[in-house]
């Protein structure tokens, strides 16, 4: 296993504190964060080192924006070690920006060409491939020698790929964000594809599952992002430790009254808005499902509507959409508010769903009407899902927008947004993932002095 440590020139796990177990066992279910974390003398600094696949920085994307609210509330009250992957060296630019929050940042470029061979040959072996794109050996030693070298009173690691810098029997309690459960990502990828990519696909969901079985029942506890990837993940192991921790949108920052609409945007009025990184399928297919399923429908009553489609890298066949006059592809934007503040309502008629729909938070914070299907709905709880425009067909979705349009005046905009607002300010309080680590300290206390837990200080796999 990769980065096994060996801590003070023992390899056996030494006996540590309850303070130092305050990550280690977190009872299964879902956590309520209306009240403020339990006082029970665990909330005291703890060193964490924590492993991320991408750099959480600037949090303008869907995996980067949980990253960074992961990082910044730990932060809060404890020191953070990071290390992890960007994907370009104009990348490091942004490690400034998260100086505030961690004593240590290791960031290390992928390989084009590394990660790739190491993918394939992470295939030709049986495993998945994402984890072997993100494995590297200067990462893997650079993480062994900060644990051989700090003593850390927790490991935090977002995303599946990087649980393979944890070895089996690291003597620090481990809690991964899984966010949301990838083998059910790529088996939708399968299901939209053609031969040889959904062939690829489904080989990924299966290898991927057990190995997701396996870091699940391994680590302390597993966070999911949403009550429904909770259930696709209890679906792979029924009784591990699975939390559900859903983090909130930025409303100070998507916020309609801090942001202007340029004469360039008003040019494009009225319109409708869908945004998100134009490289990733399940956005690539939502945009081309909408414009030659629903878009003509609401041109039959709205001839004058136009469509933008706001996102970074956008894919040929998104390109493709501009030909239409009446189609604006922006490509990367340097902030999408302006847009989202100019625009009549959003759009999100997703097919292929994982996780949190940030940009449906986002559009909901600036007033927006949206519109979506059923599955993305159910990500959602139910005061959010309830204000949203949601059907599957597309003809009725169609008719459903034109309604809205002639509906969601300024009132409207407001009262979508204090909902949002109200939503967030009574069900999250500040320290919410610190939350989850106090009561996971509260449920552990007892343990500690329990004859089980004497197997765990000398060999963990007993309660793994």
């Not at 309520?32 to 920085?57: K, Q």
């Not at 031969?195 to 870091?215: I, V």
């Not at 005061?383 to 949601?390: D, N, P, R, S, Y």
Request: net charge positive; with cysteine.
């Amino acid at each position: 296993m990769v980065g096994k440590v060996i801590l003070n020139g023992h390899s056996s796990v030494k006996e540590f504190s309850a303070a130092r177990l305050v990550l280690f066992r977190v009872s299964c279910g879902a956590i309520a964060f209306g009240a403020a974390p339990p006082t029970n003398g665990f909330s005291e600094l703890m060193r964490i080192l924590f492993l991320a696949h991408r750099l959480p920085y600037p949090p303008d994307k869907g995996d980067r924006i949980r990253c960074f609210w992961d990082l910044k509330t730990l932060a809060m009250r404890h020191e953070i070690d990071l290390f992890c992957f960007c994907d370009s060296a104009a990348e490091k630019a942004h490690i400034e920006g998260l100086r505030r929050y961690c004593r240590r940042t290791y960031v290390e470029k992928l390989r084009w060409f590394t990660s790739r061979r190491r993918a394939v040959i992470a295939i030709a072996k049986g495993g998945p491939f994402t984890v072997g794109y993100y494995y590297s050996d200067s990462m893997a030693k650079a993480i062994a020698h900060a644990l051989s070298s700090t003593e850390y009173d927790a490991i935090f690691v977002y995303s599946s790929s990087m649980a393979q810098y944890v070895a089996e029997q690291v003597s620090v309690p481990v809690v991964m964000d899984m966010v949301d459960a990838d083998s059910d990502k790529w088996e939708q990828f399968a299901d939209y594809s053609t031969l040889p990519a959904s062939w690829l696909w489904h080989k990924e969901s299966e290898r991927l599952s057990a190995y997701e079985r396996g870091l699940v029942r391994r680590f302390a506890a597993t966070l999911a992002c949403t009550p429904v990837e909770e259930t696709k993940l209890r679906k792979i192991t029924p009784n591990a430790g699975i939390q559900v921790l859903m983090h909130p949108v930025d409303t100070a920052f998507f916020d309609p009254a801090s942001v202007a609409v340029s004469p360039e945007i008003r040019a494009w009025q009225p319109y409708l808005i869908f945004t998100g990184s134009m490289d990733y399928l399940p956005n690539v297919d939502a945009v081309r499902y909408f414009y030659g399923n629903v878009l003509p429908v609401i041109r039959e009553t709205i001839p004058e509507i136009h469509f933008v489609i706001a996102g970074r890298n956008p894919v040929r066949s998104v390109r493709r959409l501009s030909d239409d006059p009446s189609v604006w592809v922006t490509g990367s934007v340097s902030d999408v508010r302006p847009l989202l503040r100019g625009a009549a309502a959003a759009v999100a008629p997703l097919r292929i769903v994982c996780g949190v729909q940030n940009k449906i938070l986002e559009a909901l914070a600036m007033g927006l009407a949206v519109a979506t299907h059923h599955k993305v709905a159910q990500t959602l709880p139910a005061e959010l899902a309830a204000l949203l425009i949601v059907e599957d067909e597309p003809a009725v979705l169609g008719r459903r927008i034109v309604e809205a349009l002639s509906t969601n005046g300024e009132p409207y905009r407001r009262s979508v947004r204090q909902k949002l607002t109200a939503y967030f300010h009574d069900t999250f309080a500040e320290g919410a993932l610190e939350t989850v680590l106090t009561r996971a300290a509260t449920a552990q206390k007892d343990f500690i002095h329990s004859p089980a837990a004497q197997g765990v200080l000398v060999n963990r796999k007993t309660v793994i």
